[in-house]
């Protein structure tokens, strides 16, 4: 099918060494068996509480860690052993992570820059993804004269830049705090409606995954328990 498809994937940890474990080869299940569908265009959140194994399933989607187990494909192509900056996917944290001597401008313009898009077009396009987040006429802000909402904006704006086929979000909002929380998760909805952009949305905050996705997946102990639309998860006892 068309967008993203992980099947039966397990990512695992070395335990550290120490103790009774020097001499075995322990190691952290931190998801064990999970397939789930990001259909082209879609939102799809990952809900569940620290340590239950979204962020290892992102990064494994994104490349970021191998696979023990599993498939992990695009347009029905495997991703295996394809590197992190051919996968064409964006990533946001929760720590936007802007270059700190760059201006706002600047920054959005990285991705493209890397594209090799050339002056005129890459300043227009900087100005209409600034627009886009509600920060138009912010290209030679400083980012150090931003509020922490201002850099996530910036940062999901450079992030989107590039165009890419499926933008990876982990825990993008949860610096800020809960008011502008879940304003910004509605927001962060329109933007990436607006782009047509696909996405997969980390995070351990209920309300901010209702607010921002077409279908939430509960994790739990590194299991995907259930995939649905919110309002099937509401109606829930
Ligand atoms: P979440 O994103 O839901 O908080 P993580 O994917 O970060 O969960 O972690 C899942 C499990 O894997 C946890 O038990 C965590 O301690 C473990 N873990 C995560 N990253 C590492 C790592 N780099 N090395 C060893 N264990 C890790
Ligand atoms: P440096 O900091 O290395 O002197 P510049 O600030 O002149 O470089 O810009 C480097 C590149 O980034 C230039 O090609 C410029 O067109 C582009 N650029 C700078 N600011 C913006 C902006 N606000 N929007 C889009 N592109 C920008």
């Not at 996917?89 to 990285?110: C, E, I, T, W």
């Not at 493209?112 to 005129?120: D, K, R």
């Not at 450079?158 to 879940?182: F, G, H, T, Y």
Request: proline content about 5%; hydrophobic content about 40%.
């Amino acid at each position: 099918g068309a967008g993203l498809a992980v099947r039966d994937v397990v990512v695992r940890y070395a335990k550290a060494p120490g103790g009774l474990w020097r001499r075995t080869r322990a190691t952290t299940v931190a998801v064990d068996h999970v397939s789930l569908d990001v259909d082209q265009g879609e939102i799809v959140a990952l809900l569940g509480p620290s340590g239950c194994g979204k962020s290892s399933l992102l990064r494994a989607v994104a490349g970021l860690e191998p696979l023990a187990d599993g498939t992990v494909t695009w347009d029905d192509g495997d991703l295996t052993g394809v590197p992190v900056h051919r996968r064409q996917f964006g990533l946001m944290f929760q720590d936007g992570q802007l270059f700190p001597h760059r201006d706002a401008g600047r920054n959005v313009a990285y991705g493209l820059e890397a594209q090799h898009v050339p002056a005129p077009e890459r300043a227009e396009r900087v100005a209409g993804l600034l627009e886009l987040v509600g920060l138009a006429g912010y290209e030679r802000r400083r980012v150090a004269t931003l509020s922490g909402g201002e850099r996530q904006r910036v940062a999901l704006a450079r992030a989107l830049a590039p165009r890419p086929r499926l933008l990876l979000l982990d825990e993008p909002l949860s610096a800020l705090d809960r008011r502008l929380r879940e304003r910004l998760a509605a927001e962060v909805r329109r933007v990436l409606k607006e782009t047509g952009t696909t996405a997969l949305f980390v995070t351990h905050d209920h309300d901010e995954a209702f607010a921002v996705a077409d279908r939430v997946g509960v994790m739990s102990g590194g299991r995907l328990l259930q995939v649905a639309p919110p309002e099937e998860l509401r109606e829930k006892p």
